[in-house]
């Protein structure tokens, strides 16, 4: 087994391609254990180079909605009565620390996305 470290996009580009070739291979063999060795060099490259940013609050609660086809109605143990939740989803409300805590406990929405920074819009 020939591996070695991804440190180039060059690296990249060839464990990719290597990749390829082993999708269809067993598991526990010899090439399935190169499989998952390049896949997990692979994934520690991607995360250090092309790092994914969280969402701000008001999208993450919206695609956790989405997801889980919840309803202003399930939010409201979480956040407070309906005219609160819409202020929220809305913009114009903040997310308070016990809302937050209650938002990452029951939908597991990450509380680094919670606690970002919201995405300001302007209205003219």
């Given at each position: ?8 996009d ?8 290597e ?7 067993k ?6 254990e190169?499989l998952d060795?390049l896949?997990?060099?692979i ?13 701000d609050?008001?999208?993450a ?5 989405e997801?889980k086809?919840l309803t ?13 939740v819409?202020?929220v989803?809305?913009r114009?409300r903040s997310?308070?620390?016990?809302m ?10 990450p ?5 970002k ?8």
């Open positions: 087994m020939d591996i070695k470290p991804i440190k180039t060059t690296d990249y580009r060839a464990a990719l391609k990749v390829e070739t082993l999708m269809m291979t598991s526990n063999t010899l090439e399935g190169k060795v896949v997990t060099l994934e520690a490259y991607e995360h250090k180079h092309f790092p994914l940013d969280l969402p609050p008001v999208e609660i919206k695609f956790e909605m997801q086809g202003v109605k399930d939010l409201e143990p979480m956040i407070g009565k309906s005219n609160r819409y202020e989803l809305n114009k997310l308070t620390l016990k937050i805590w209650k938002l990452h406990q029951e939908l597991g929405i509380a680094e996305s919670l606690i920074q919201p995405i300001q819009t302007h209205i003219n």
